[in-house]
């Protein structure tokens, strides 16, 4: 049996802490730092997760995890010039895998401070960089070039928590686990989301692009390791807004659709246009950008307070604006982990852009979900699997 000693455990009351096997070796290395038990379950959800979009899409993917569900979750496509500004990126020429992480940080930034990264390929200088700019607790990837480790180890004076895993690890196809002192047992979830999972699409629009596809794969990959009840948002390869471990799926629909809402209006000429003040950090910046397009925008304005932030008093971004801005958004997939029970979900996505639908279907109101997404001329597809995690 192998083991890793761990600080401790959910909690710093909770000790004696660990992670092992009982028979084999562990299928990670610790580079650098001393990750700790949740630090753990984010890297091995997360790796799950990059890994299955690298091996359903054969793009590099990169995830920002955070409390064992994903903050976001994209694939390594270009950046455009609005997604650098937003996303902070870095000027020049990147890796696609740092695209993929600078992506998937950026579909929601106020969720990702502290973020665990997970990478689907080798981490490279690129991404390295990225990573030192960030508030970020560590990083799991296959690999790192020497260059590449030599970054990381210099953030948060050497701790900075490194660990690489072996690409080619299988687990076990019985899993368990102890919840109060009882054990479980289950086999492991290995389904593989390809685009056989798409063919029954139930409504009258039945055109569906790749890059359609692509977002609608992406989608239920990211559900598949996000704490159910759960609903993501999709758009051009990337998540722009995730809705995890709700009661209700409506609840979930909106909180993911509000998150959807907000990436949207990030690009917003005025927020783009904001002027911050020199040496502003990352995190501050994040965080008044958000007050910013929120109903909260008048304590970023109010006298005494903007002035911390902006070189100049920004004009207020108004219900109107905010309204007619997110009317414009389009091409969005909208995944749920399971059926959309009622019509009001599909009514919902429709309010953030969304003209794609994902889901298990199986309600007793199929009907009704096809009859809304028909009003709204949307391609839904129906798989025939629930995605619950937990």
Known sequence: MTELELKYGCNPNQKPARIFMEQGELPLAV?????????FMDALNSWQLVKALKKATGLPAAASFKHVSPAGAALGLPLSDVERQIYLAPEGDLSPIACAYVRARGADRLCSFGDWAA???????????VLAE????GVIAPGYTDEALAILKTKRKGGYNVIQIDPNYTPAPIERRNIFGITFEQGYNDLAITEDMLTNIVTENKTLSQQAKNDMMLALITLKYTQSNSVCYVKNGQTI???????SRIHCT????????????????KVLGLQFVDGIRRPNRDNAIDLYISEEHDDVLAEGVWQTT?????DVLTQEEKKAWIAQLSGVTVGSDAF???????ERARKSGVDYIVQPGG???DDLVIETANKYNMVMAFTGIRLFHH
């Open 363 to 365: 309600s007793i109101r």
């Open 254 to 269: 909106r909180l993911a659709g509000d998150k959807a809402d907000i990436w949207w209006l990030r690009q917003h000429p």
């Open 31 to 39: 580079l650098n730092g001393r990750p700790g038990y949740i630090n």
């Open 310 to 314: 902006f070189k100049v008093k920004p």
């Open 119 to 129: 990478l689907s390929d080798v981490c490279d200088a690129d991404t390295a960089r």
């Open 134 to 137: 960030e508030v970020s607790d």
């Open 241 to 247: 807004g995730v809705g995890a471990g709700q009661q």
């Open 340 to 346: 959309f029970p009622f019509g009001d979900n599909v």
